[in-house]
């Protein structure tokens, strides 16, 4: 498997939307650190910087992570895995298993090009180099959910679309779950966003299960 | 060892049946590429028969060249392979050079994606292997070691199936051809 794995990632690797979600992933956290971190965080948000922007990171890899996996894992639908699996010998879903694998070990790369903002976000909010690693820690791990979330998500249905929609959703459901959006403002606007995500995947599912009771 | 029993070409068509025993090739001939494509997968595992049994005793390889991606260089897309198959990566490179090939070669043209599938399939040419289309966009060159290696595996227990277009090809390593066209 880990020779699949590695080949997986080599793959992911080597699109073009790979690049554009870390230029993407970096310029949000640096961004959101060179606007308000002269003023120590947004207005209204009664937390530090680093806390605000660890929220903000939540939501960039409910959308960026969670793009980047639905564009992986639905292309070429289930014949490319059951090609593979044919051509390595090994069953679909071992296939399938490595290329999670290899996602969520992306993932690390994903986190690692948001380090600095963080370690910035961190000076200005004077927090210490722990408080830090564990931002960044719970970033990860986060990272690695909206990875298998929107894995399973791609098993269930076909749409790209709704694919995507319902691992947003399901993320930004996690992170309010576990409380880590942690302002009164962001815990307004995640179930609104959420809704309006879930509202958007229904066609998507509807249109998916047409197709698998048509088979 | 592989057993086909009652498979039909497409629906309606005439039902195959026959054996490809171990050290044995069989070419099937015929004029629908995508019908020979979806039987190559089928006797390959790749497809559940609706109708007709396909036995296959051993581990199955199939030339696929849809997945040799031009992201990739030759020797990534085999190594892979070769790793997943338990296969030392000597061995991999044995067989790159047994082509004439190299490994940095990239993916990025159809005759060397169709050398990549081919490839892959003939290093873990082992129990079934079946071969689609094998030689379509190779270099003459290639073609030509292609061939003896073909010639050499069927020598050993492997059993071997070829499907394709085009007869020269087909009769280049069979030992037996189905025309399937004519329903023989």
Redesign the interface.
């Known amino acids: ?4 794995a ?2 997986e990632a ?2 992911i690797g ?2 073009a939307i790979w690049p554009a979600v870390l230029i993407l992933h970096a310029a949000a956290t640096a961004s959101f650190v060179i606007v308000w971190g002269p003023t120590g965080g947004v207005p209204l948000w009664q937390a530090s910087l680093l806390e605000q922007l660890t929220a903000m990171d939540r939501l960039a890899a409910a959308a960026l992570l969670t793009w980047l996996a639905t564009a992986v894992l639905t292309d070429d639908g289930a014949r ?1 895995l ?9 069953p679909t879903a071992t296939v399938f298993r490595a290329r999670i694998t290899a996602l969520v070990t992306l993932s690390l790369v994903f986190i690692a090009v948001a380090a600095p903002a963080f370690v910035a976000a961190g000076e200005i909010s004077a927090a210490t180099p722990r408080d830090i690693a564990r931002h960044i820690g719970m970033s990860l791990g986060f990272s690695a959910l909206a990875a298998g979330v929107t894995a399973a998500a791609s098993v269930a249905l076909r749409d790209r679309v709704g694919v995507w929609c319902t691992a947003m959703a399901v993320c930004l459901i996690a992170a309010l779950g576990v409380r880590m959006l942690p302002t009164d403002l962001m815990r307004m606007l995640a179930p609104a966003i959420a809704g309006l995500i879930m509202l958007a995947a229904v066609p998507s599912m509807l249109r998916s299960r047409r197709v698998t009771d048509g088979d | 060892m592989l057993r086909v029993e009652g498979l039909p070409i497409r629906a309606g068509g005439p039902a195959l049946t026959f054996d490809v025993a171990d050290g044995r090739c069989v070419g099937l001939l015929g004029a629908d590429v995508p019908a020979l494509l979806r039987l190559a997968e089928t006797l390959a595992g790749l497809r559940t028969p609706l109708v007709g049994r396909v036995w296959i005793d051993g581990p199955a390889s199939i030339c696929l060249a849809r997945a040799a991606h031009p992201r990739t260089t030759l020797g990534e897309h085999v190594g892979t392979i070769g790793a997943a198959r338990g296969l030392t990566r000597s061995t991999v490179d044995e067989g790159i050079a047994r082509l004439g090939l190299t490994g940095n070669m990239p993916l990025t043209t159809p005759s060397a994606r169709a050398a990549a599938a081919l490839l892959g399939a003939l290093i873990a040419g082992r129990g079934v292997l079946v071969l689609h289309d094998p030689f379509a966009n190779l270099d003459a060159g290639v073609r030509a070691k292609a061939i003896d290696w073909i010639r050499a595996l069927a020598a050993a227990p492997t059993s071997i199936v070829i499907t394709g277009a085009d007869e020269r090809d087909v009769r280049a390593v069979s030992h037996s051809v189905i025309e399937i066209e004519a329903g023989r």
């Open positions: 498997m880990i020779a699949v590695l080949h080599r793959m080597r699109r490319r059951a090609d593979w699996s044919a051509l390595a010998g090994l």
